[in-house]
């Protein structure tokens, strides 16, 4: 996931979730703890906060972390199972409020879902693994279509975005000159930070 010139990512091999430059000079790990399986990335702009998943066996659950890597806190492990964009096990489709309320199934005839999008807040978008195809609803369940697509390599569509014609978002002061970092800069609750990069030795840090 790409904002602020920085590319957010999930490292299921290492078990931590981290941030880099575009050109991938300069890395640091925003969780590298109490992670098991960590997947999906999702950013709410403009409350500047990361939501992920962890495929944790024992205790899946949806967490949320602020984009400079503060406030790591689960955000839902109620009834979910092997969370990732969306639900396989429980084989329906459902939201949920910022705020962690007003859950509601959106659509319950899935098959094997795995990844999963939205288009402007008007209808969601997923793979599924045992179809091959990519289904669509409106949000609140009307409109369900659905379409084959080629495919390559295993077989099996894994991640999948909608983008909109207008690639326009909350700006900050990393959005300027990186915000006069010489490295990371990454935003937050209390405006922005600049931060030493983890993989590498430099100056001043």
């Given at each position: 996931?790409?904002?602020?010139?920085?590319v957010?990512?999930?490292d299921?091999?290492?078990?931590?979730?981290?941030?880099?430059?575009?050109?991938?000079?300069?890395q640091?790990?925003?969780?590298?703890?109490?992670?098991?399986n960590?997947?999906?990335?999702?950013?709410?702009?403009?409350?500047?906060?990361?939501y992920?998943?962890?495929?944790?066996?024992e205790?899946?659950?949806i967490?949320?972390?602020?984009?400079?890597g503060?406030?790591?806190?689960?955000?839902?492990?109620?009834?979910?199972?092997?969370?990732?964009?969306?639900?396989?096990?429980?084989l329906?489709?459902?939201?949920?409020g910022?705020?962690?309320q007003?859950?509601?199934?959106?659509?319950a005839?899935?098959?094997?879902?795995?990844g999963?999008?939205?288009?402007?807040?008007?209808?969601?978008?997923?793979?599924?693994?045992?179809?091959?195809?990519?289904?669509?609803?409106?949000?609140?369940?009307?409109?369900?279509?659905?379409?084959?697509?080629?495919?390559?390599?295993?077989?099996?569509?894994?991640?999948?975005?909608?983008?909109?014609k207008?690639?326009?978002?909350?700006?900050?002061?990393c959005s300027?000159?990186?915000?006069g970092?010489p490295?990371l800069?990454?935003?937050?609750?209390?405006?922005v930070?600049?931060?030493?990069?983890?993989?590498?030795?430099?100056?001043?840090?």
């Open positions: 996931l790409i904002f602020f010139r920085n957010y990512y999930a299921s091999l290492n078990d931590e979730i981290g941030v880099a430059t575009l050109d991938g000079k300069y640091k790990a925003l969780i590298s703890e109490g992670l098991v960590p997947r999906a990335l999702a950013l709410d702009l403009q409350n500047r906060h990361l992920y998943t962890d495929w944790h066996r205790n899946p659950i967490g949320r972390v602020d984009m400079d503060k406030n790591n806190r689960v955000f839902l492990n109620d009834d979910i199972h092997l969370p990732n964009g969306a639900n396989p096990r429980d329906k489709l459902s939201c949920i910022l705020d962690g007003n859950r509601r199934v959106v659509y005839s899935l098959q094997y879902p795995f999963l999008t939205h288009n402007n807040e008007a209808k969601f978008y997923w793979t599924d693994w045992k179809d091959n195809r990519i289904h669509s609803v409106g949000i609140y369940g009307d409109g369900y279509a659905s379409f084959p697509i080629s495919l390559g390599g295993s077989g099996k569509v894994y991640g999948i975005l909608a983008v909109p207008q690639c326009t978002g909350p700006q900050t002061a300027v000159n990186n915000g970092c490295h800069c990454l935003p937050g609750q209390e405006g930070r600049c931060e030493c990069p983890s993989n590498v030795a430099v100056k001043g840090c």
